[in-house]
């Protein structure tokens, strides 16, 4: 178990994309999330997982508990605003009948599941079942309508034709229908962007069982994190029936190096934001949530 | 993780017994601490008479009806391995709807490991023929106070004196509630409307919230308390800090509703939009629009279950970095 001040705890780190073209062809990355639990669902590790579906708009999510591998299908790619996925934690144990849930979510989403476990305040019954928490890296998350600002204003783009946003190499990202691509300098996009996650202290969810982002890889690969001794198992299991290719991280580019160093950044520059909050006003400070 | 794979070591042993859990199992390499103050033999065990046995609606209860009432010899024998090192509890209910009981009882054979290794059950009005309120460890009061109702004010003020650790069980107890919306009239004591959260009349130790609380938090708070009093030091190191947030909870205040994640954590820029407030909400008063909590404030009961679920009204690293030993210890503490 190797235990990093920035990266957390983890058990092994690999490069990997899924094996199953189909799953890739709407993923984010390497189509880890969707790939896994696909694999998950298929083998009744989970009942179903709440991921971040279709909404009512162009690009805005809406949670969503997938019980079949279409649904799981119709939610891959990453959407850069909020989705409430904790929100359907409880509900997904309810009215859907999991008794095994998987969940996928930015690393303050898997510290909303893991205090949850903890201390289930208002989440009776659930801490026992939730069996497969894979988190996304996260550097920052956007409100809808900062989203809609970036496409449909600074990109002059519609955000109907709109096929896959990223950010990476320094730079957000607009691929359209009819082959543009736009790109925004991340100094355009700071502004905008969800005040909360400025004392966020987690980049590559440290809390999942699995977590998994795009940075450390070559375009179309994941970076992979495998932490619990549930994640553990279930990456084991499969590897074993070849869900997936993998790469050891030493062999590629960039590199574990690239994804220490944002992590460093995020969480230096958060806690710096933090202290600042502490001293806001004049002999006044803003709250810190961390005790 | 070394604390916890160190406790963890310890409940793993077989045949869990004083001997190898209590203050009398020091880690071979450290100074044995400080005796915990003795106290006076847990009274006897004959507290569930069967015509009361707790029959809890709709399911088997924690302890079949039909079991017969064990003998004092049986008592006896069952008695001599570890209850001496018990704590001892009780539960206190003042005006709640017993849906708190209800939820102790929902641990199902977690209760009877808690009641057998860890807590001699000394005072409960529905479950144990003891009527008036007896010294004891840990006080699980349900309810708020009717301060109309002399006996509930005299009540709440003897639990405090005779009580080492007063635990508001639910958030009736913890926050007033739902009692927060009586206006008296009800039968058969019309006068009785108005009903304060236990902490408005005496300290509280720790805030168990929830309406009502889930029986895993109560599982979490009574293993923790029984290692805070009874464990060794890096077991009272782990209660510890598993208990701080909850005990901070207790001095924040009384009040609880939507809008202290307004006041909190909306209004003070730390909402991620994560879920968890609505995930908690007993009453579905809050949902989310474009991915921001909206309160139905109509609604809310004031629980106060989404302001201490939420990860931005307080969140340990310390306590849930470690998630996966604690959740493991607490389940190794519970194997029959
Ligand atoms: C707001 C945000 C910021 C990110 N920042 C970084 C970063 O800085 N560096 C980095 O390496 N990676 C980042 N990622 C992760 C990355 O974009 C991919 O989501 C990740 O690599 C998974 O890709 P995949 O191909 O394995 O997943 P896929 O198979 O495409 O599945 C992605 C899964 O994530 C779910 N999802 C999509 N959007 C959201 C959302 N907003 N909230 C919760 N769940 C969602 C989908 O429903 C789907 O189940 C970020 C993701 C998000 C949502
Ligand atoms: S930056 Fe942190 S707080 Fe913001 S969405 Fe990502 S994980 Fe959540
Ligand atoms: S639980 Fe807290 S951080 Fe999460 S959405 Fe609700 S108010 Fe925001
Ligand atoms: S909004 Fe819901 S969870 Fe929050 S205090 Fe009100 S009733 Fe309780």
Known sequence: MVSDNFLGNYASCVAARSTNRAILAGSQDGGIVTQLFAFALEEGIIDGAIVAGPGDEPWRPRPMVATTVAELLAARGTKYNISPNVSFIKEATRSYGLDKVGIVGTPCQMQAVRKGQLYPVGLRDVPDKIALAIGIFCMENFPYQSIVQLVEDHANTKLDNVTKMDIGKGKFWVYTERGATVQLPLKVTHKYEQPGCHVCLDYVANLADISTGSVGTPDGWSTVFVRSKKGTDIWSKALAAGCFETKPIEEVKPGLELVTKLATEKITKNRKTIEERASFGVGKGLRNPYI | ?336
Request: with cysteine; hydrophobic share 35%.
């Open chain 2, 1 to 336: 993780m070394g604390l916890f794979e160190k406790i963890l070591g310890i409940f793993k042993k077989k045949d869990v017994t004083v001997e190898t859990r209590g203050t009398t199992a020091p880690k071979p390499d450290e100074p044995e601490k400080p005796a915990v103050p003795e106290r006076p033999a847990p009274p006897p065990t004959n507290a569930i008479p069967a015509e009361r046995a707790p029959v809890v609606e709709g399911q088997t209860s924690a302890i079949p009806p039909d079991e017969k009432v064990p003998t004092t010899a049986q008592t006896d024998t069952k008695e001599v391995k570890p209850v001496s090192d018990k704590i001892t509890a009780g539960h206190v209910h003042m005006s709640g709807c017993t849906g708190c009981e209800v939820a102790i009882a929902d641990n199902y054979a977690g209760l009877l490991t808690l009641l057998d290794k860890y807590v001699d059950w000394v005072y409960d009005l529905t479950l144990a023929d003891v009527r008036h309120i007896p010294e004891m460890d840990v006080a699980l009061v349900e309810g708020s106070v009717c301060i109309n109702d002399k006996i509930s004010v005299e009540e709440i003020r003897e639990t405090r004196e005779k009580s080492k650790i007063v635990v508001a069980l639910g958030s009736c107890a913890c926050y007033g509630n739902i009692t927060r919306f009586c206006r008296g009239g009800q039968q058969n004591q019309p006068q009785h409307e108005a009903y304060l959260p236990i902490g408005d009349l005496i300290k509280v130790d720790v805030y168990l919230p929830g309406c009502g609380p889930s029986p895993q938090l109560i599982k979490n708070v009574c293993v923790a308390a029984y290692l805070l009093l009874k464990g060794n030091a890096d077991q009272q190191a782990l209660a510890t800090a598993y208990l701080k947030p909850l005990m901070q909870a207790a001095e924040r205040g009384t009040e609880a509703c939507f809008c202290d994640l307004m006041i909190d954590v909306i209004d003070q820029g730390l909402c991620i939009g994560c879920g968890a407030c609505a995930a908690a909400c007993p009453v579905r008063a809050i949902t989310h629009e474009y991915g921001k909590p909206q309160g139905q404030r109509d609604l809310c009961i004031k629980c106060g279950a989404c302001y201490n679920q939420c990860p931005r009204s307080w969140f340990s690293f310390d306590v849930v970095s470690q998630y996966e030993g604690i959740m493991e210890t607490i389940d190794a503490a519970m194997q029959e």
